[in-house]
């Protein structure tokens, strides 16, 4: 009796709602169902709609599309898009002046969480951002600091940052720069609007010091800031390259700020070899470097009447034959131009006399056309009645219901004269005037193109090409008096680099007193050597500062308006 129960399918206990026996294994319902169905699989956060951030198309609001790319691309936490905060914000007044917070309101405000995490939300990552006044969406500068920009994010860049059409400058500040991440970010520079001018890579210090790559011909940068940088001779002479050579030059730079790095008198030599050839530089700060009196000297050389040296002399020669060549060719041109418009002038004024003179068979060639294509077109029965009603008119003519032929003959006199006073002597004025004006246009068009080359001509002057001196059988070249600012202030010159910047500005006073008449540059407006090896009441300095004072458009309007202020 006890054997019984124990028989297949004669259990008294009923099997569990869910479960049921298979092949001796028990399994659940859910299982079933999960076997039966397949599950679904949650995405990662940020790919929802697509793991590729390509298919995404800018809107030109960085807020807006930073998010959405980094949200693409993977991320679950990105630094936010922020408006940058002014360093002294406008002091907002309660209600009256006189309810101010006693002590334990302050300490209770202080102590707060609040004003803890007000205080730290400057270290947090952030994309600080300028916005144009007249439009609050338009982002004008870009300021990141702090956090390491990386390849991933630079890809993020590049499809943000060409679509802001305002962006006009660029900070990064201590981002953790290498070189592939800088060749990476000075790619997406062309690829942003025109209107990008202005770039800072502070604090990035880079062992390759490829930052010269950032002052290549095809670069549009104006302004760029390389401040600790950790660069050193090396990388002041590849700097010094960009600036200019013997066969290439940088045209777009206007300041260039390589203050706080480690350059000395070679460094300081390289940049002023690339001061020599350069006529666009404006501002140059080598501030808080380690320059000595030779490459201060090196520095004050380039600013006066400077030797040139023999491969310098061979190219000055070469580009002579070259433009007295260009110039033969020009004059060539210009004088067969005025043979070809006489020659294209007569050419139309015989083709107006013969078309003015077949005018008449012109017209009676289309009329016989005319009436031939007519009567080729029309039926034979209505060519009759149109013969027909042509006989009746030549009837009506002949019978004097017309006009006489004497009034035919006189209004064909009177269209004669007023053919020739009104018809045919305008038409040669006509087609003379617009020979004259066409080949107007054509020589016009031609001198404005030798005028426009003209123009590039010398814009794009080589400045091997300027006047020189020739003394001794060696040939000078006058100073680079394009350069207005220069900064040296915390280096390490005493008075003998003195001597040789007292010598460049007395030259350059000298030089900008007998050009007062014509435009041009004049050399030096700010020179700062504070702070350097030297007592600050030495002659050689306080010379410098008197030449300077009048010089310097700011101290000398300061200087005025004192003097007018408290007049003796």
């Given amino acids: 009796m006890s054997n019984e129960p124990s028989t297949v399918g004669t259990s008294p206990r009923a099997p569990r709602p869910g479960t049921q ?20 699989v949650l995405q990662p956060v940020g790919e929802e709609e697509s793991k590729n951030p390509e298919e995404y198309q800018c809107s030109g609001v960085l807020e807006t599309d930073f998010a ?17 905060p002014r360093p002294h914000q406008a002091f907002v007044a309660s209600a009256s002046l006189s309810e101010k917070p006693n002590a334990e309101e302050r300490l209770s405000a202080s102590c707060s969480i609040n004003s803890l995490e007000s205080k730290y939300v400057f270290f947090r ?5 300028e916005l144009e006044q007249e439009d ?21 860049f590049s499809k943000c940052l060409p679509a802001l059409s305002q962006l006009q400058s660029i900070y990064l500040w201590k981002v953790g720069l290498t070189d592939k991440t800088l060749a990476t970010f000075i790619a997406i520079l062309p690829l942003c609007s025109s209107t990008l001018r202005k770039v800072s890579l502070e604090g990035n210090p880079i062992p390759e010091q490829s930052y010269h790559k950032l002052m290549a011909s095809d670069s549009t940068i104006t302004h760029l800031s390389l401040r600790n940088n950790n660069i050193d001779d090396y990388g002041a002479q590849l700097l010094g390259q960009a600036l200019s050579t013997l066969h290439s030059c940088n045209r777009t730079l206007v300041s260039l700020n390589l203050g706080f790095n480690h350059i000395g008198d070679e460094g300081a030599s390289y940049i002023a070899d ?24 090196k520095l004050a050389e380039v600013l006066r009447p400077f030797e040139l040296t023999h491969t310098e002399v061979v190219e000055r020669r070469r580009l002579l034959l070259e433009k007295g060549s260009q110039e033969r060719s020009r004059s060539v041109s210009r004088n067969l131009i005025p043979g070809q418009l006489r020659e294209s002038l007569l050419l139309r004024h015989g083709d107006s006399r013969e078309k003015s003179q077949m005018t008449g068979i012109s017209s009676a060639a289309l009329v016989d056309k005319s009436e031939k294509t007519q009567a ?18 030549k009837k009506d003519e002949k019978s004097g219901s017309g006009p006489s032929p004497t009034q035919g003959a006189a209004k064909k006199e009177d269209m004669t004269k007023s053919a020739k006073g009104k018809v045919t002597i305008p038409e040669q004025k006509l087609t003379k005037g617009k020979n004259i004006k066409t080949g107007g246009k054509e020589k016009r068009s031609i001198f404005l193109e030798s005028e426009q080359l003209v123009a590039e001509a010398t814009e794009m002057v080589n400045p091997l090409l ?30 003998v680099g003195l001597e040789g910047f007292l010598t460049a500005v007395r030259y350059q006073v000298q030089f900008s007193k007998h050009k007062t008449s014509s435009k041009g540059p004049v050399g030096l407006l700010w020179l ?29 309007k300061l200087k005025e308006e004192e003097s007018t202020a408290f007049p003796t």
């Fill in 21 to 40: 026996k298979s092949s001796g294994s028990t399994t659940k319902k859910g299982e079933r169902a999960a076997k039966e169905k397949p599950g679904t």
């Fill in 68 to 84: 959405e790319l980094c949200t693409r691309s993977g991320y679950i936490e990105f630094p936010k898009v922020v408006i940058r």
């Fill in 125 to 129: 990552p952030t994309i600080q951002v």
């Fill in 136 to 156: 609050n969406k338009l982002v004008k500068e870009i300021y990141i600091r702090g956090w390491k920009v990386d390849d991933r994010m630079l890809g993020i």
């Fill in 274 to 297: 690339g001061l020599r050839l350069n006529r666009s530089l404006l501002w140059l700060s080598l501030a808080h470097n380690r320059i000595q009196d030779k490459g201060a000297l």
């Fill in 376 to 393: 080729a077109k029309t039926p034979k029965g209505l060519g009759k009645k149109k013969e027909k009603a042509g006989e009746v008119v």
């Fill in 466 to 495: 300027e006047p020189v001196e020739h003394r001794d059988g060696k040939v000078f070249m006058p100073g680079n008096k394009v350069l207005l600012h220069l900064n040296l202030l915390r280096n390490r010159i005493t008075e």
């Fill in 528 to 556: 700062s050597l504070a702070k350097n090896y030297f007592h600050p009441q030495c002659h050689t300095y306080t010379m410098i500062q008197e030449l300077m004072l009048p010089r310097d458009p700011i101290k000398s």
